[in-house]
């Protein structure tokens, strides 16, 4: 079974940094890029980061300048740095990953991380 896990997720006031980790898991063929989005209350799920194999990245304006998407490659592992956190971060943020879990998968399917709640508050 194939499953990301998130951890990081939590309280913090305005200024403040956090980190989110997601890791897959389960039979793995290859994964080609990791991301995350985040979805506020009232709110459509939006695009924050995403990262290739290659380590190629994107980042919404939004988040440019604050926050870095990283990956490692061994451990199938995703992270976001947040820093200069603002209480417009408040969402739950949802991992995500592009993946084969079989050779002869004829293209990647998206798999979803159950969501972490980060809370901008003072």
């Known amino acids: 079974q194939v499953q990301l896990v998130e951890s990081g997720g939590g309280l913090v006031q305005p200024g403040g940094s956090l980190r989110l980790s997601c890791a897959a898991s389960g039979s793995i063929f290859s994964i080609y890029k990791m991301g995350w989005y985040r979805q506020a209350p009232g709110k459509q799920r939006e695009l924050v980061a995403v990262?290739?194999?290659?380590?190629?990245?994107n980042y919404v304006d939004f988040v440019k300048g604050r926050f870095t998407i990283s990956r490692d490659n061994a451990k199938n592992t995703v992270y976001l740095q947040m820093t200069s956190l603002k209480p417009e971060d408040t969402a739950v943020y949802y991992c995500?990953?592009?993946?084969?879990?079989?050779?002869?998968?004829?293209?990647?399917?998206?798999?979803w991380g159950q969501g972490t709640q980060v809370t901008v508050s003072s």
């Open positions: 995500s990953a592009d993946m084969r879990i079989n050779p002869t998968d004829y293209s990647n399917r998206r798999y």
């Open positions: 990262i290739t194999t290659g380590g190629s990245t």
